[in-house]
């Protein structure tokens, strides 16, 4: 959260929220900058009923008072959309999704009617770059910047995620990987990346990408 730098005038979206943690760190971050959340809007989607329910409790015990809180499989039926079906976008867009998830809907990925299938479709098997496919889209398209969690191996597969990525060094928004070390992660004791996207890179950063890896 702290890489994206949310501003108090900032839109924030979590695809994959949980129990809101992300939307409540973004709002602690304006606020420990000596900022105002009140203009702030937070929005996030969760397959979960508990944890979209607690998410919503959370941010209310966090006075985070513009929120949204949307249950659905956000990969399938997004729920964040205008009037004619495209994506919503917001200024800040960060998650840590679920790893490497199976059965995801990549059947129905290629024929997406929100086009999201950028570069190719992911493996039916693995949804993690749907999920990043999915947050691009959610950019807003100036000052729209990202932040994914994502085990270390989306850096290195290959197949449709290898063309994925390639796609993505090409439209040139990728600004960042930083690598994190195992045993991060309640769950998993898989190492961990985290991608940083930006819309427009400041130009000493254009054709660049940051790579930071962990310590050994």
């Keep these: 959260v702290r890489i994206l730098s949310p501003q108090p005038t900032d839109s924030i979206y979590d695809p994959a929220c949980g129990s809101a943690g992300m939307l409540i760190e973004a709002a602690t971050e304006v606020k420990q900058s000596g900022g105002s959340v009140q ?5 996030g989607q969760e397959v979960n009923q508990t944890s979209a329910a607690i998410g919503r409790m959370n941010l209310f015990i966090h006075d985070v008072e513009d929120a949204q809180i949307r249950r659905e499989d956000t990969l399938q039926k997004p729920k964040f959309v205008d009037a004619k079906g495209k994506l919503d976008q917001f200024d800040v867009v960060v998650a840590n999704p679920p790893f490497s998830l199976k ?11 929100h086009r999201r299938a950028i570069g190719r479709v992911p493996p039916k ?4 770059y749907a999920w990043v496919q999915h947050m691009i889209l959610s950019m807003a398209p100036k000052a729209g910047r990202m932040a994914v969690v994502l085990p270390h191996g989306a850096l290195f597969r290959m197949g449709a995620e ?7 060094l090409g439209m040139d928004i990728l600004d960042a990987v930083i690598g994190l070390g195992p045993n991060l992660f309640y769950g998993t004791g898989l190492a ?6 930006r819309q427009k890179k400041p130009k000493d950063q254009r054709k660049k990408v940051l790579i930071v890896e962990p310590a050994v």
């Excluded at 203009?39 to 929005?43: A, G, H, L, S, V």
């Excluded at 059965?103 to 009617?113: C, E, L, N, V």
């Excluded at 098997?125 to 993690?128: A, I, T, V, W």
């Excluded at 961990?192 to 996207?197: D, M």
């Design 125 to 128: 098997n693995n949804g993690d």
């Design 192 to 197: 961990a990346c985290i991608l940083v996207f």
């Design 39 to 43: 203009r702030m809007r937070f929005y």
């Design 162 to 168: 290898g063309k994925i990525r390639e796609k993505l």
């Design 103 to 113: 059965d995801w809907g990549a059947d129905k990925w290629s024929t997406d009617p």
